[in-house]
């Protein structure tokens, strides 16, 4: 009989709520949820620098011409 007391305390402890994840973005009139702070539209822009210099980036895709069959 102790045992399953024990248990239900053990599940009821899991059982109780921790709070939520998401909230709504602090910016005034928006209801969009996110994991804390702004969401995506109000995040400040990020520049980023990268170390080693730009990653390639291959270039514009080659002209691609017509060429006519004459019979």
């Known amino acids: 009989m ?3 007391v024990v248990l ?3 599940l ?3 059982a109780r709520p921790r709070g939520s994840m998401l909230v709504v973005c602090s910016a ?8 804390g702070g702004t969401c995506v539209a ?3 822009p990020v520049t ?4 080693r ?4 980036v291959p270039g ?3 002209a691609v011409q017509s060429v006519t069959i004459v019979a």
């Open 2 to 4: 102790r045992q399953s």
């Open 8 to 10: 239900d305390e053990v």
């Open 12 to 14: 009821a402890v899991r």
């Open 28 to 35: 005034p009139g928006c209801t969009t949820l996110t994991m």
């Open 42 to 44: 109000h995040d400040p």
């Open 48 to 51: 980023v620098t990268y170390a």
């Open 53 to 56: 210099g730009r990653p390639y």
């Open 60 to 62: 514009t895709a080659t």
